[in-house]
């Protein structure tokens, strides 16, 4: 499975932003999706995942209300629309996927994981 993540740049706090997740060769469409984002001199932490069948999805505290997670009908392409951007959202975000359902608990933890993309900047300036 490759993973291609893109959409990440430079935006002032309070706008949106659309981040995308591409995924190819072998078939992810009855796994699980999913946005992590590591900041400057800390620990990769999870933002949003789900689960392309059988229900379950995920969002840490400081994504809801803020940002939303889309897929396409094929099930190859992950959305993140992120809105009302803040400074402290600035970091390099990584789609991830594994091939199978995650248990809605842990959709959240990236050990979870098997296939990482590249990484997309999204730096929010003040």
């Known amino acids: 499975v490759q993973l291609q993540a893109s959409g990440g740049g430079l935006v002032q706090a309070g706008d949106s932003l659309t981040l995308s997740c591409a995924a190819s060769g072998r078939s992810v469409s009855s796994g699980a999706m999913g946005w992590f984002r590591q900041a400057p001199g800390k620990e990769r932490e999870s933002v949003v995942a789900?689960?392309?069948?059988?229900?379950?999805?995920h969002f840490s505290e400081y994504s809801k209300g803020r940002f939303t997670i889309s897929r396409d009908n094929a099930k190859t392409t992950l959305y993140l629309q992120m809105n009302s951007l803040k400074p402290e959202d600035t970091a390099v975000y990584y789609c991830?996927?594994?091939?199978?359902?995650?248990?809605?608990?842990?959709?959240?933890?990236?050990?979870?994981?098997?296939?990482w993309g590249q990484g997309t900047l999204v730096t929010v300036s003040s």
């Open positions: 991830a996927a594994h091939r199978n359902r995650i248990a809605t608990g842990s959709l959240g933890d990236l050990r979870m994981y098997s296939y």
């Open positions: 789900i689960n392309w069948s059988g229900g379950g999805t």
